[in-house]
């Protein structure tokens, strides 16, 4: 698929004579690799247009192709003169050089982003692969994990993950143990690493992420063994119905019903959709505004997760490639 000839085809459709695309994440969708830090991408006619700063224009000129080209930018009000297809995210001090009968583009790129060709998909891949090797990392130390600090072992992790290829990581690294893993966001400290210890990770490569979670039981009571492995069967019980035409709502209540009597304490969404951004659609639950059904191409985590307030708490996370008959696991670490 070609998205430039999709979008342009699309604005076409809408009338929409110029559009202009200032998320970061956007313009790497279209380029589909990391774009410079100031770039603004513009859609006249049949092409797409990336302007940059002068000192970046040499760099970018290596992204231009057949109905992409690079120009340098000078002014606000060239970018915006005409244009009348925005982003609802545009900063408001940008409106005034915008036309009054403008459109907002952002719900068709979203449509576009839920699917990925087969370029995005090795991107996602080459991204969960990295994270995979920042668990085999954990897996590989984990004898010594009881002398390390959340801090230390989160620096770590993100060091494995860039000198394996990663950009950035793709959100805030999640490194917490004990009681700290009731709270499924929670942040790492200079605690020492004790009981049970909860990992939530992802890699970015040429803009594109990942995402995984694995729960390490250190000094598990039976209750903590007990939770885990209801999490884990939850996950595999999950795996069964994945597959194009499954609506998103169904997989999320196949797993809090599994869970019986725990279902109560899974206080988040079973999944989302990941690309550019590490949250993106579709969202994977039971009260989500709209009940998406899973398509071919779509790629999404499947995260179960269970929480016990002031004890302990498990989640398991994987990343999926949606087929039409199943799905292809693109993270691959042991748990």
Request: with cysteine.
């Amino acid at each position: 698929m070609d998205k430039i000839k999709v979008f342009v085809e699309y604005l076409h459709e809408n009338e929409i004579k110029k559009a202009v695309i200032l998320k970061k994440e956007n313009i790497n969708y279209f380029l589909e690799r990391y774009p410079p830090n100031f770039s603004v991408l513009v859609f006249e006619g049949e092409e797409g247009i990336l302007y940059v700063p002068k000192l970046d224009y040499e760099m970018a000129k290596k992204y231009e192709k057949d109905n992409l080209r690079v120009e340098i930018f000078e002014k606000w009000e060239d970018i915006f003169e005409g244009c009348d297809g925005i982003e609802e995210t545009l900063p408001i001090k940008f409106l005034k050089h915008i036309s009054k009968d403008y459109k907002i583009i952002s719900d068709k790129i979203k449509e576009m982003r839920m699917i990925k060709n087969k370029s995005e998909i090795k991107l996602i891949k080459n991204a969960a692969e990295i994270s995979d090797k920042a668990v085999k990392y954990i897996m590989e130390n984990l004898e010594n994990i009881g002398n390390k600090t959340e801090n230390e072992l989160a620096a770590e992790i993100e060091y494995v993950m860039k000198k394996n290829g990663s950009i950035r990581p793709s959100f805030d690294t999640i490194v917490i143990s004990d009681k700290k893993t009731s709270y499924p966001h929670e942040l790492p400290s200079n605690e020492i690493i004790k009981n049970i210890l909860l990992v939530d990770i992802g890699a970015v490569y040429e803009g594109y992420c990942s995402d995984i979670t694995r729960t390490f039981l250190l000094n598990p009571s039976k209750k903590m063994e007990e939770v885990y492995d209801i999490v884990s069967n939850a996950k595999k019980e999950v795996e069964k119905h994945l597959k194009e035409g499954v609506s998103a709502k169904e997989l999320d209540e196949i797993a809090r019903e599994f869970m019986g009597e725990y279902k109560e304490y899974f206080i988040h969404s079973l999944g989302h959709g990941v690309g550019v951004e590490v949250h993106e659609s579709p969202t994977l639950s039971i009260k989500a505004k709209e009940d998406v059904v899973l398509k071919e191409g779509m790629v999404l985590t499947i995260e179960p997760g269970i929480y016990l307030k002031d004890e302990f708490g498990v989640r398991i996370e994987d990343l999926y490639l949606v087929k039409k008959n199943g799905f292809k696991k693109l993270s691959n670490a042991k748990y």
